[in-house]
């Protein structure tokens, strides 16, 4: 267990770095260390701007423990936004499960909510679907561990073999620990910890009408680009940092809601060696071991989201 806490502890520590590191609106490419993954657009010509610190202790998102009532709306960029009209997910449906629900992050936008419930009835036979973080009851930032998940349009999904059967307890939704897919080299797939279940999961969300894109560990990239030759499925499977014991989905903007700043469409496929390489060079592989210190985060929200959270001290108003 303590070396779990420690693993763990750097992980978080280092993609509080990431975060911190740049502040563009399009970033391309592992060796910038970007919090944002390619074509995330997030203005910097709001015109009333809501500066929020995920600082433990003055982050107003963190502070509040119930959605707001009302219409749905996801407002802002997925890594500068927030939530109206969030749903809570239930913890337990029709080939899925929610896990870490302490943390208190298992809101989402309806959209979200329709397609994972879908995503369980139609893969749960074969394997449960284990969902994580969601987003915080009005979104926002976090305390930690995101820099996106903020407008209820993110997921994390387990990598995790979970029977179909089964009825999750309390405490393993609390204890139930993820499993990296790597080999200790971090440069390839563990075939002993990686089941084709998997692939069919992301293919299947890749493949969802309403999915914008899916980050993984470019080792699940590269593995899929072979087993899915030339599929425009593939598009939409973006390498990022770490994301080898789960993936990312991200959903887009639902058409109807103008406040919800929509995310550049993928470039292409991009299953070539030159597209991967740079994913596995000794600079990248290095940030999986390398603890990093924490640094808190001032995040540039739009005005309206003040409106969600009130006057809570550790955001103002600009």
């Not at 329709?114 to 139609?122: D, P």
């Not at 999915?211 to 899929?224: D, G, S």
């Not at 210190?293 to 540039?300: C, D, F, G, L, N």
């Amino acid at each position: 267990m303590k070396s779990y806490y420690t693993w763990a502890m750097k992980r978080f520590a280092l993609l509080l770095l990431l975060t911190a590191c740049t502040t563009g609106s399009e970033i391309r490419g592992p060796a910038t260390g970007s919090r944002r993954p390619a074509g995330e657009v997030v203005p910097t010509d709001l015109p009333v701007k809501y500066k929020v610190s995920n600082a433990k202790g003055l982050n107003p998102f963190a502070k509040v423990s119930a959605p707001t009532k009302g219409e749905a709306r996801a407002l802002g960029a997925y890594s500068a936004g927030c939530l109206a009209g969030g749903i809570p997910m239930p913890r337990s449906g029709p080939g899925y499960e929610m896990v870490r629900l302490s943390r208190n992050r298992y809101y989402a936008h309806p959209n979200l909510a329709a397609v994972l419930k879908r995503g369980g009835e139609a893969l749960g036979a074969q394997s449960k679907l284990l969902y994580g973080d969601l987003s915080q009851p009005r979104g926002g930032p976090m305390p930690g561990g995101h820099a996106s998940h903020q407008s209820g349009l993110d997921a994390d999904v387990w990598f995790h073999k979970y029977p179909p059967r089964k009825k999750m307890t309390n405490r393993e939704r609390e204890h139930l620990y993820g499993q990296s897919m790597l080999r200790k080299d971090y440069l390839d797939l563990d075939p002993r910890k990686w089941n084709d279940i998997f692939a069919t999961q992301l293919m299947w969300f890749a493949g969802q009408p309403e999915t914008e894109r899916i980050f993984v560990n470019a080792a699940v990239k590269r593995r899929l680009c072979a087993q899915y030759p030339n599929d425009p499925r593939l598009a939409r499977l973006r390498p990022w940092f770490f994301h080898d014991d789960h993936f990312h989905l991200r959903l887009k903007c639902p058409l109807s809601e103008a406040g919800c700043f929509a995310q550049e469409p993928a470039a292409g496929i991009e299953c070539e060696e030159k597209d991967l390489a740079g994913w596995f060079s000794k600079e990248i592989i290095a940030k999986f071991t390398t603890p990093s210190p924490a640094v808190p985060i001032e995040a540039e929200l739009p005005g309206e989201c003040a409106d969600l959270v009130g006057a809570v001290a550790g955001a103002r108003i600009e």
